[in-house]
């Protein structure tokens, strides 16, 4: 899912700016220009807000992407209730001013989580699956999304690795559970930027090569006339 910006600000953040840009000529024209001044440095403050660059994603097919701008705050083995299973977790506090758009960690396909489970944990999330049939869970906790998925994608529709996805709005932290076999490329309190930072690897262990005399029977004579 593409997310279009306009010098690099989001479109609903334009919205805000256009409703302070408003209010910064009347309240100028009204009560004065100092009063104006502070709803301009309001503005400012919007701008960087809802301002998103483009980023560079590694190509990199097995390695999960950071989803946001902020700091790794936890980093363990856990218990996922999502999906029922041992996995690694990973938070990020997100910078107050980091990317507006929330970025998809990995390649695959959205499916749908048992409402009951997100209902219970207090919080929205989303599940995506690779076609290496590895299941990451990216989830909200702490913050708002108004109610609303990370991955604003249907279900069954594919995401791109590093590609915009959805809207971080007011979240505050962001969750991802991982298979447990994964192998972290961060560490507590490192700094990531959302769409360019490999925060860890996914495992798949080689399939051993047979050779492809596998299977035939050793020719008794060849082996002697070799010998002479």
């Not at 108004?146 to 809207?167: A, D, M, S, T, V």
């Amino acid at each position: 899912m593409r997310r279009k910006t306009l010098f690099h600000i989001v479109t609903e953040g334009w919205l805000v700016l256009a409703g302070l840009a408003i209010a910064c000529a009347v309240i100028n024209a009204v009560v004065g220009f100092w009063a104006g001044v502070i709803v301009l440095a309001v503005m400012t403050l919007a701008v960087l807000y809802f301002r998103d660059s483009p980023r560079n994603v590694p190509a990199e097919p097995l390695s999960v992407i950071a989803p946001v701008d902020g700091v790794i705050v936890h980093r363990r083995e856990c218990y996922d209730p999502y999906l029922d299973r041992e996995a690694i977790k990973l938070t990020i506090q997100l910078d107050w001013f980091g990317a507006y758009l929330l970025r998809s960690p990995v390649e695959g396909r959205v499916l749908e989580l048992p409402g009951e489970t997100v209902l219970e944990m207090g919080g929205v999330a989303s599940w995506i699956r690779t076609d290496e049939r590895d299941d990451l869970v990216m989830a909200i906790r702490r913050g708002t999304l108004f109610g609303q998925q990370p991955c604003r994608n249907g279900y069954g529709e594919r995401l791109g690795q590093g590609r915009c996805c959805g809207y971080r709005r007011l979240a505050r932290r962001v969750e991802l559970f991982l298979p447990v076999n994964s192998r972290l490329e961060v560490e507590l309190g490192d700094r990531v930027r959302a769409g360019t930072q490999v925060l860890a690897k996914l495992v798949h262990k080689k399939k051993e090569c047979r050779p492809e005399t596998a299977g035939l029977t050793p020719d008794p004579g060849g082996a002697a006339a070799g010998a002479a």
